[in-house]
């Protein structure tokens, strides 16, 4: 079965950098294409980013481009996120995503990234 386990949230100071990741397992992780998703207290859930399966290509968020940045490991089946001169707009908590089989999208429990002023 899918599984997706984020690690890594903290808080954090405005400025301040963080790398969160999401360790894959029950799947051929090099098959699937990864995402970052962040919902913030009382909005929708919102891409972060998405990075190909074989890691050579990534896209994010117009709004994110330039500070974050997604990779991935797949000796370690795990995706990251690194987040620079983060903000307090970036407060959420942060989700790795895939989409399996049939259209069934697989997400982990979260991890909170909390940036403070």
């Known amino acids: 079965q899918f599984r997706l386990v984020e690690s890594g949230g903290d808080s954090v100071q405005t400025g301040g950098s963080l790398r969160v990741s999401c360790s894959a397992s029950?799947?051929?992780?090099?098959?699937?294409?990864m995402r970052w998703y962040r919902q913030a207290p009382g909005k929708e859930r919102e891409l972060v980013a998405a990075?190909?399966?074989?890691?050579?290509?990534?896209n994010y968020a117009d709004s994110l481009k330039g500070r974050f940045t997604i990779s991935r490991d797949n000796a370690k089946n795990t995706v990251y996120l690194q987040m620079n001169s983060l903000a307090p707009e970036d407060t959420a908590v942060y989700y790795c995503?895939?989409?399996?089989?049939?259209?069934?999208?697989?997400w982990g429990q979260g991890t909170q990234v909390t940036v403070s002023s």
């Open positions: 029950g799947f051929t992780f090099s098959n699937y294409r």
């Open positions: 990075i190909s399966s074989d890691g050579a290509r990534a």
């Open positions: 995503n895939t989409i399996g089989p049939s259209g069934n999208a697989y």
